[in-house]
């Protein structure tokens, strides 16, 4: 790490210099043996983007203002956008580079490029490839066809549109035509002509159950079951607590300690407890499972966990991130069972300040298991067998409800903007069949939770900020004003006003969202324009707040089952608990790890969130089969110049009309106030508005759903 950083120096403190391995070796007084070190990591300095490999063996610094490195996403259309990853200042127009077709270079959906920009004019930048520094797809999912000399394959991501043949097939016995199949890209060969593969691995056939999501799982690189290794040593870890871990820890066990979750539920990584104090306060104690006491830095168990970095849920499984050993045994808060946990107790006053906060190595014994439904029904007063069930902790639900609500309305007063907008559930039948897609409730009994984690990361984030300590932290920064103005001129359609051209402050944000809610059926759909203009939230080394929260300081540290980012945090809060972070040397090799791991959960959580997503939208379309031909009453959820999506109001999915078949009018697309508007007839589409349509086409593996406009 320090040559790494020796040489870094170099290029940075000299940047029009290009340097041989001999110079480098010169420059930093190295010597000979040094040789195949620095090729290495001139090697990761090249892949990473931050220098360049020259004609003779020179190596120079990335200084040409007009290159950016990022990842590219390309459409269903053909063209592609480079997210950069060292944007320019925050407020500049843009943080992608627009790539045509005929200038991606070979390159393909989700690979790590270096483009240059070639047009800096518009307001998204245009550029062409320079380089492939990484390919996304080293192995993709495709369908095989027999040809007469072997087969091809196509991918099922039409991002990748170009054929991979298959000259040598293996598995032949099994292969028949239109089975999905695993291959791995030998050749990636230039953009004219195939890729060069071979199949590693026979998914199944298109009637095979379950096999629509097998495939997008294994197309987004994910392998769900755990390695052999992993398993057994997580079956090695000990089931019972020694005394002499026990007599180390904070005991919570004689306090009413309980865990709400959604029903389904299996492993339980949070538990609550609540103790009235005088003047209106509340002691508030939030158990988070230890995962850190069981999963050290440097086992087989721990470089899984990393590399998975969360669990993802598609919506007919779980693929968690650590085995199931842990994750719904040894580390989760089962009732009435003695477990480890790493509890933050908050003294919280009526107005949602925290007036002292203590830290602690734990171990609780949860009194009650409930799931969100009960709780709301306790609150609710709608079930009497519900509330004698649990009539003993009654007071507390009642106390957590009125300090969520202290707490909601401290962030409002801060500024904070409720962004939810709602979740897609899949009710699945006794067979496995999907019966149902309905919106998901979001219940009082869900915010009294949330606020509750909100302010235990709040609290952990800041203890460990206040003493300079290296960890992760969870940060939302501030949205582009200029991306704010276009909302505003997006709003004003709808009578919502927002300045043009001043600034705009949370609390007008909060007032635009505010007249949102009060617009019926168009509300939610408003409601994903108006997030679509903040910034993405993710995991950075560097503390910068969290805007949407209101929070100065903020992390995650409440779900370490499922992210890692939070078993990294638990493991810094438990290095200060017991003074290790006091030795200098320790904390340097945090700084050394947390930014590659921050930018790593960050990818990871965007990955699990796709497949999440499109989980939801091929399940649903499999059920929305049944409709072909019937019309359904919808709103109009996305404007473009190809068409309009719509959401339809029964079943909470999203399909498309094509422009060409709104009728004979040419329809002009005005990109500022997302509408598309006839030439002759004046006649006007846009986000919110109620439409008649029927379902026409139907393709899953697409997730394509062509709907015509009825009226």
């Not at 925290?354 to 079930?383: A, C, G, K």
């Amino acid at each position: 790490m320090a040559l790494r950083k020796d040489i870094m120096n170099l290029f940075q403190a000299n940047p029009h210099i290009l340097y041989k391995i001999s110079d480098i070796q010169r420059r930093l007084q190295l010597d000979r043996k040094s040789r195949t070190e620095i090729q290495a990591i001139l090697a990761d300095l090249e892949q990473e983007g931050k220098i360049n490999h020259y004609r003779n063996h020179r190596f120079g610094f990335v200084q040409e203002t007009n290159l950016v490195t990022g990842t590219i996403s390309i459409t269903k259309k053909g063209f592609g956008f480079v997210r950069i990853e060292t944007p320019k200042a925050q407020d500049s127009p843009s943080q992608n580079v627009f790539i045509q077709r005929r200038h991606l270079g070979g390159a393909l959906h989700g690979d790590r490029v270096v483009a240059r920009i070639i047009n800096e004019d518009s307001e998204n930048p245009e550029g062409k490839m320079v380089k492939i520094l990484e390919r996304a797809h080293p192995e993709i999912v495709a369908q095989f066809y027999f040809e007469r000399k072997g087969g091809r394959a196509v991918p099922r991501d039409s991002r990748i549109d170009r054929i991979i043949q298959i000259p040598r097939l293996n598995f032949k016995k099994e292969l028949k035509d239109g089975i999905w199949v695993l291959v791995h890209i030998l050749d990636f060969g230039d953009p004219q002509t195939p890729m060069l593969g071979e199949i590693k691995e026979i998914l199944g056939s298109e009637k095979e159950s379950g096999i629509d999501i097998l495939v997008l799982i294994r197309d987004y690189g994910v392998k769900p079951e755990f390695p052999e290794e992993i398993i057994r040593e997580a079956e090695s870890l000990p089931q019972a607590i020694p005394q002499e871990e026990i007599e180390k820890r904070k005991d919570f066990r004689a306090i009413a300690t309980f865990t709400i979750d959604p029903e389904t539920a299996k492993d339980f990584d949070d538990a609550l407890s609540i103790e009235t104090l005088d003047q209106g306060r509340f002691r508030l104690g939030v158990h988070i499972a230890d995962v850190a006491h069981y999963v050290r830095m440097g086992t087989v168990i721990d470089g899984e966990a990393r590399a998975r970095a969360t669990s993802i849920y598609p919506v007919d499984r779980v693929i968690p991130m650590l085995p199931e050993r842990l994750s719904n045994n040894l580390c989760s808060l089962r009732q009435n069972e003695d477990r480890l946990c790493m509890s933050v107790i908050m003294d919280v006053d009526a107005e949602g300040n925290i007036h002292h906060s203590e830290f602690h190595n734990s171990i609780i014994r949860s009194r009650y298991r409930l799931n969100y439904t009960e709780v709301q029904s306790m609150l609710d007063h709608s079930d009497p067998w519900i509330s004698s069930q649990y009539a003993p902790i009654r007071k507390d639900l009642f106390a957590l409800k009125e300090l969520s609500e202290n707490l909601i309305r401290m962030r409002e007063r801060k500024g904070a903007l409720d962004l939810d907008i709602g979740e897609t559930d899949v009710v699945f039948d006794s067979n496995g069949l999907v019966m149902d897609v309905r919106r998901h409730p979001r219940l009082q009994s869900h915010r009294i939770v949330e606020q509750c984690m909100i302010l235990a990361n709040e609290a952990v984030a800041t203890k460990i900020h206040r003493l300079r300590i290296p960890s992760l932290y969870r940060i939302h920064e501030p949205p582009a004003q200029h991306k704010l103005h276009k909302l505003a001129f997006f709003l004003a359609e709808y009578g919502i006003h927002l300045p043009m051209k001043r600034s705009i402050t949370p609390q007008r944000l909060q007032a635009a969202l505010a007249q949102i809610e009060e617009m019926g059926k168009a509300g939610p759909i408003l409601r994903r324009v108006f997030l679509r203009s903040m910034m993405r939230a993710q995991y950075s080394h560097e503390n910068k707040g969290h805007y949407g929260l209101a929070s100065s300081c903020y992390t995650h540290f409440t779900s370490p089952i499922r992210r890692y980012p939070d078993l990294v945090v638990h493991r810094v809060l438990k290095d200060i608990l017991s003074g290790k972070l006091k030795d200098s040397s320790q904390r340097e090799e945090w700084y050394d790890l947390l930014p590659d791991w921050a930018s790593h959960c960050t990818d990871q959580e965007g990955r699990s969130e796709a497949i999440e997503r499109e989980s939801t939208n091929i399940k649903g379309l499999e059920f929305m089969e049944q409709f072909l031909g019937k019309e359904f009453e919808g709103i109009i959820s996305g404007v473009a110049n190809f068409g309009l999506f719509v959401e339809l109001e029964r079943y909470p999915l999203e399909g498309m009309i094509p422009v060409g078949s709104l009728g004979r009018d040419y329809f002009i697309f005005d990109e500022n106030a997302l509408t598309l508007v006839g030439r002759k007839s004046g006649g006007k589409f846009r986000f919110g508005d109620p439409v008649l349509v029927k379902i026409e086409r139907i393709d899953i593996f697409k997730q394509e759903m062509d709907l015509a406009l009825v009226k």
